[in-house]
């Protein structure tokens, strides 16, 4: 599951090139330029548009979407990833049909928003799961209790319970209660 990391990284880093104020981006330097709208541009240039790269995300969204965690404790470890990062598509990543359907409904299509949680602070420090109650062989209500700091020390801590079942041959979250 190595894979869902990389992909994750990847559909990122496209999010964020895809938002930049420019018209092209030289891939070769990864360097954004900005160059008038009437200017031709061939293959060999090495460039990409903002369309191409938001192409590219709903790709890269779908191959996404073939993924899945292979336990309850995987589709924990990745959730608490975007509390961590503050990287939305970590959610996305481990969430059911339905729920993908809600982020996508509460914070927009990928190709055209930043799917970007939190600010700089307060900051995750640490987690603990409270609770994890195995409902039937493929359900589980998991409790996550989530500390938080800042620069002047502890803040208050959130907590989730996620229903977690098993779809298929993985295991993803079906809401959060």
Request: charged letters at 25%; a positive charge.
């Amino acid at each position: 599951m190595n894979i869902i990391p990389k992909i994750i990284t990847t559909i990122l880093m496209s999010t964020l090139l895809t938002n930049l104020p420019y018209d092209k981006i030289d891939i070769k330097k990864n360097i954004p330029i900005s160059i008038g709208k009437e200017q031709l541009l061939h293959k060999k240039d090495n460039l990409i548009t903002p369309e191409q790269t938001k192409a590219q995300i709903e790709l890269f969204k779908q191959a996404l979407d073939e993924f899945g965690a292979t336990s309850p404790e995987q589709v924990i470890s990745i959730w608490v990833k975007t509390e961590k990062t503050r990287n939305g598509v970590y959610h996305y990543s481990v969430a059911c049909k339905e729920l993908k359907r809600k982020i996508i409904e509460d914070l927009g299509a990928p190709k055209d928003t930043y799917w970007i949680y939190g600010v700089s602070s307060p900051w995750l420090d640490r987690y603990e799961v409270i609770s994890k109650n195995k409902i039937s062989d493929t359900e589980y209500i998991v409790k996550l209790k989530f500390f938080w700091s800042t620069s002047s020390g502890p803040f208050n801590t959130t907590e989730n319970t996620l229903k977690i079942i098993q779809s298929g041959d993985t295991w993803c979250v079906k809401e959060v209660i």
